[in-house]
């Protein structure tokens, strides 16, 4: 399939004259997966896992399905290695109170890349403040990556917790995500992989990563908001207490005490998100059908193409790497002397739809020594004529602010 036949099945994008080049915030919906919510909405609703009743179990058979499917996507050894969250947040906040709270000790140390959305930030730093320990980062040089040099000073005897983001959401830098694991392992460290803006993207295989967890959001992979994974080993999810409690994470309730389902159920508390489940099985059903491989041929096309055309505007900055090789497709750029939330706003009004600010990663925009950046980020759907159209907006922009032009 071209990205031109994609295109057809998101009614959104045929609905409406735009040129959405946003999809590192959240994608839009092919028709297939809208259906299918729909449909499981029409014919199979019911709360699974608690009726006796044929159609609660369909909705219990239905939820084991997307788990298989997900589990599969990413070459998990079983599903149960697959925890539904409600997004990468979510499953970052579960592992950081399940696993950090609980085995990180004040002498140890945590480390991130200074690259983090503030999901894969923040709830470490509540770690080692709860628990004493130290926070450091691994930071990138002016191309925007991180060097083994780096990954060898950084990750040293002491460090428990190692936090990657295998791309990142601002400068689109492809990590050296499995060079980082083998390193972390080696001295006795854990990795934890925010594959956010990775499994839309390219063939993500948590075997050959090694990574002990994984997380993603449904969302950002054409399912319905709401849906998220936490991947996790198996002998590592069955050792952990769980993050949230209530009904059916249970096995016996006593008056003082309790036990636990097993992995994955004791981490799924609470009425689950069979409907996003089901968004999200026919998410990925999509995107076989597509073929990985396909999907990182047309982003790579499309990246080529933008970085080539932004590169030829000598009033635009770009952030970043300019190594295709290990650029994914989001691109972060300034018109230089103009605001970016104002050439967002320029871009609106021509029906190009772009994000501006700190997308959520304050420290490597400061590290950088900027406030904020305009972003473009690409998927499967968007064609050469989008990045034209960001290009005349652009220009457009210039003419407006020409005085403010640096
Ligand atoms: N990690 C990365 C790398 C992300 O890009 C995002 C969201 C998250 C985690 C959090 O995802 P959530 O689904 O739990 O919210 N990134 C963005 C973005 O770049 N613009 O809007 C959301």
Known sequence: MT??????????????????????????????VIDAVNRYYKNDNANPHRGAYKLSIRATEVYDEARK????????????EIVFTRNATESLNLVAYSYGLENIKRQDKIVLSIME????????QNVARRTGASLEYMYTNSEGRITNDEIY??????VKIVGITHVSNVLGTINPVKEIVKRAHSVGAIVVVD????????????QDLDADFLVFSGHKMLSPLG???????????????????GGDMIEYVYEQKTT???TPTKFEAGTQNVGGAVGLSAAIDYLNKVGMDNIEKIEKNLTIYALDKLQKLDFVTIYGTKNVETHAGVISFNVNGVHPHDVASVLDSQNVCIRSGNHCAQPLLRYMG?????????????????????????????????????
């Open 3 to 32: 990205n031109y036949e994609i295109r057809k099945d998101f009614p959104i994008l045929n609905n409406q004259n735009i040129a959405y080049l946003d999809s590192a915030a959240t994608t839009q919906k092919p028709v297939q």
């Open 69 to 80: 499917k997900v589990a599969n996507f990413i070459n998990a050894k079983m599903p149960d």
């Open 117 to 124: 959305h503030h999901s894969n930030l923040v709830p470490w």
């Open 153 to 158: 000073k950084r990750i040293v005897p002491g």
């Open 195 to 206: 594959a956010s803006q990775s499994v839309p993207h390219m063939k993500v295989d948590v």
């Open 227 to 245: 849906i998220g994974v936490l991947y996790g080993k198996k002998n590592i999810l069955d050792q952990m207490v769980p993050f949230l409690f």
């Open 260 to 262: 636990f389902a097993p």
């Open 370 to 406: 900027i406030d904020s950046t305009c972003r473009a980020s690409l998927y499967i759907y968007n064609t050469k004529e989008d990045i034209d159209r960001l290009v005349q907006a652009l220009i457009k922009t210039r003419d407006m602010f020409a005085k403010w032009i640096k």
